[in-house]
Structure formats: C-alpha cells, structure tokens
C-alpha cells in the first residue's frame, strides 16, 4: 500500500514537471555557465555534474542538488531534493559539455569548507590537467588518503573534466585549495611532515621512507616541483623506474605513492 502511494506521488511529479524548450530560459543559461566559467561557479557555489549514476552518488552521499534536467521520463525519484525540469534531447546536447550527452545533466551546492584533522594527504602543485586532478581525487577516496591538497596553479577541481574523472569521489573526498603562504599552517596543525616527489640527488627511495602522518607533495609533468615546495619540504622521495625511462604522469605518480602511503594497509575484498 506505502509504495503505491509512493509511486502515485512519483507519477504526480512527473507530470507537473516543467517543459523547458528555450536556450534563452534562465536555467538553461545558468547551467550553460557553470559548465563554462570557473569564476561562475565560484560566485554561484555550485558545479555541473551528467548522468544518472553520479546523480545517484550524489544522492546516497548527501550532496545537496540544485537543478536536474532530464530528457523524457525522470528513472531516479529525487522527491523535493532538487527543482526538476523536462529538456528535448537537443537542448540537453546545447547545455551539456558531453557530447551527445543524454543526461540527467544536475548542479550540485559545492561544500562549505569545514577543515577536518587528518594523518596523511596527498598534494598537487601546477598540476593543470583537468583529467589528471580528478583522477588523483578519484584514487586518493579508493586509497583511504584524507585529504587532497591543491596548491599553486591546478584545475579547478570541480570544472566538468574534473568531476567526470572523478567518478563521484567529489562527494566522498575532502577538498582543499591552499597557497605557498597557508600550506605551513596547515601542515603543522595536522602534524603532517612534507615530502615532495623529485629526481634530485637528496631524494630517497619512496620504498624506504617511513610515509606514516605525511602529505606527500607532487609537481607538473613538464616542471615538477617549484623550489618554493621543495623548500619547506622535510624530505623528497623519487619512484624507481627503469634507466632512460620518461618521467610519469602526473596522476601516475600520485598513485604509486598514494599506494605507498596506505595501500598496503588497506583490507584485501577477497
């Protein structure tokens, strides 16, 4: 009896779902705008988000939505979690930076941030792909690494190519945007010490470091760590690779020390 009430109330809300059709209407063009312009998002506090398994992400970790936009019938009942509106496919393909983008295309309120104590992080420096810095985010949630520290000149952590190689870890992962000046600060509240990952003659083996209660600092391909970094590091670690090997991906490389830092201490699911 409870879920077909339910489903009646789901039925309801379907049908007094608004049709938009114009590009001119004023949410199309908000959202338009948080997909495009960082300096939007920030002034707004919201980021653009597509597709019905981040929106239930989203859900089951207590984002807080704004606008869901769905082409044809809604497949996930959001209740009054976020205002909803019907799309034609075209008008979705217009607002979406996914090509061919079938939706639901949603906002979502980025976080007050509430600054946590943790006992390990991992840091990026310059670090200007998009792809890269969601992926960092997306490993560092899967590793058990508290926090993700975002210094200097990086992506925006929640520009769409972000949040979409982020896999919903956004809404897991605590987030913090930090500068050369507030980064010791930081680093002493939480009683992290600082390494930074480097192919100088004072790195060591990352294998043979003890990485308990550190942030471990990692730079641009093409730079690496600035000497501003380096500088207030208490050590710097290299990855071994092979003799006349290129130097890793950024993400690559963030991984490999995220798995020293805690992988191994993480339960085996089989």
């Not at 859900?59 to 909803?84: C, I, N, R, S, Y």
């Not at 896999?167 to 913090?176: I, V, W």
């Not at 710097?236 to 020293?260: C, F, G, K, R, Y």
Request: charged share 25%; with cysteine; hydrophobic share 45%.
């Amino acid at each position: 009896m409870a879920k077909s009430w339910e489903f009646r109330l789901f039925s309801d809300r379907l049908r007094d779902m608004e049709q938009i059709s114009s590009r001119k209407n004023k949410v199309i063009m908000h959202l338009r705008k948080l997909g495009a312009e960082r300096a939007y998002r920030d002034a707004c506090g919201e980021y653009l988000c597509d597709g019905e398994k981040l929106l239930r992400e989203a859900l089951a970790f207590g984002a807080k939505l704004g606008t869901v936009l769905w082409v044809g019938e809604p497949t996930v009942d959001l209740k009054d979690a976020a205002a909803q509106f019907a799309v034609p496919a075209e008008l979705m393909e217009y607002v979406s930076p996914l090509k061919n983008s079938k939706g639901p295309l949603f906002s979502v309120r980025i976080p007050e941030k509430k600054q946590i104590a943790v006992r390990n992080a991992i840091l990026l420096e310059n670090v200007q792909d998009p792809g890269n810095v969601g992926t960092v985010i997306r490993t560092a949630n899967a590793l058990g690494i508290e926090a993700v520290l975002l210094v200097g000149d990086c992506a925006d952590a929640y520009n769409f190519k972000t949040v979409r190689a982020a896999m919903g870890a956004l809404f897991r992962q605590e987030l913090l945007s930090l500068t050369l000046e507030t980064l010791p600060a930081y680093l002493k509240e939480n009683n992290l010490r600082l390494y930074g990952a480097a192919l100088t003659d004072q790195a060591q083996d990352i294998r043979n470091v003890d990485l308990e209660g550190v942030a471990v600092a990692i730079g641009s391909e093409g730079r690496g760590l600035s000497k501003d970094i380096l500088d207030i590091c208490d050590g710097q670690v290299i990855i071994p690779m092979l003799p006349h090997s290129e130097s890793l991906n950024a993400a690559v490389a963030a991984a490999i020390a995220m798995w020293e830092m805690n992988g191994g201490m993480l339960p085996c699911p089989r």
